[in-house]
């Protein structure tokens, strides 16, 4: 809780995120290390974890069997809260989320920023919007996160194991999906992600290492890692100089969204910048916008005010729902690197 005292409170927090988060957050095991001759070296290689590769083929996880913990039937939807495991240490509680009356409805992914909570998968008027037209949501949160951040030296938390906490979760995604396939009340051939924050740069991660995911709406995400660690609002000032150093900066390199966007060019992309959040700094999200495949959507808000009014009601969630499932007579289009500045009392894109 101190951290997240110290993130709210003791620095200027974008409006746009507080619109997005709630509470601290984390995850971590280590990998475990046991003898060559241990019997249990069988089951402790099940979560040797490789932080070096986004691909599950460099990891070895053994998804245990998921545990219904409560189920809720409600006019609208059916709420699943699940618990899934495969890396020691760190059971993640996972919302499968469904429209009713629909058979096998496509999927989307919802993951927010550090250092939000689950609360708003248990809000009934959130899961009515995410589930509008049919759509399943799934919703979770990144490793180092909520409920996933414990037994760890408060020192070590979300930017100082960025490694970590971004190829986890992008691991994360692809076990996730992998769980989501054996059921039969899904339609897989049709999923998307939509992520906000540090979310949205696990997204473009995870589409870059599953091409499962069709469609990415990406809020604001972080990248362009030596701007983002100089000038964030997120990184206390006192723990500034240790993200600027190279070496920490050569360990993050591979995973800057500038490296991955311009290899998505199979996927539907949307990318969302709120030009007043300074998580992300100006510069940086300039550089994103210019590592945009040429089949992506840009849109702009000069300010958080202009995104409330242009997504509010559920509108914010509607593009990635489109790419997935267009509606009849309709073409979906990708627009070509294509810049809206939006006017805040009249908003004219899907959300």
């Not at 009515?128 to 037209?133: A, E, G, P, Q, S």
């Not at 849109?299 to 499932?325: C, D, H, I």
């Not at 289009?333 to 009392?345: D, F």
Request: charged residues 25%; contains cysteine; hydrophobic residues 40%.
């Amino acid at each position: 809780m101190e951290r997240f005292r110290r993130i709210v409170l003791d620095r200027r927090f974008p409006a746009v995120l507080l619109f997005l988060i709630f509470v601290p957050s984390g995850l971590g095991a280590q990998q475990p290390t046991v003898s060559q001759t241990s019997p249990a070296r069988a089951r402790a290689a099940a979560n040797v974890e490789n932080w070096n590769s986004l691909s599950l083929a460099d990891s070895a996880f053994h998804a245990e069997t998921p545990l219904l913990g409560e189920k809720d039937n409600l006019p609208q939807f059916t709420r699943e809260l699940i618990q899934v495991k495969w890396r020691l240490g760190d059971p993640i509680d996972l919302y499968v989320i469904r429209p009713k009356g629909v058979a096998k409805p496509p999927v989307v992914l919802y993951l927010y920023s550090y250092p939000t909570e689950t609360d708003r998968f248990r809000d009934d008027n959130y899961c009515v919007r995410i589930t509008k037209d049919g759509f399943a949501a799934v919703g979770f949160v990144s490793a180092l996160t909520g409920h996933r951040y414990h037994d760890r030296p408060m020192k070590e938390w979300f930017v100082s194991e960025l490694q970590e906490a971004l190829v986890s979760s992008v691991h994360d995604v692809q076990m996730i999906l992998n769980y989501l396939s054996t059921r039969d009340d899904l339609d897989m051939s049709k999923v998307g992600m939509f992520g906000a924050g540090s979310g949205g740069t696990i997204a473009i991660l995870a589409a870059a290492a599953d091409p499962r995911i069709e469609a990415i709406d990406l809020l604001d995400p972080w990248g362009d890692w030596p701007e983002w660690m100089a000038k964030s609002d997120l990184i206390p000032d006192e723990e500034r100089p240790n993200y600027v150093k190279p070496e920490f900066l050569r360990k993050v390199a591979p995973l800057d969204p500038l490296q991955w966007l311009p290899q998505l060019k199979s996927q539907h992309i949307r990318i969302q910048h709120v030009m007043d959040d300074d998580v992300t700094p100006k510069a940086a999200k300039e550089q994103i916008e210019s590592a945009l495949p040429h089949n992506a959507q840009l849109v702009r808000y000069e300010n958080t005010r202009q995104l409330f009014s242009a997504t509010a009601g559920g509108r914010l969630f509607q593009w990635v729902k489109e790419q997935l499932r267009p509606q009849p007579g309709q073409a979906v289009q990708n627009v070509q690197k294509s810049e809206s500045t939006l006017p805040a009392t009249e908003p004219t894109h899907s959300d």
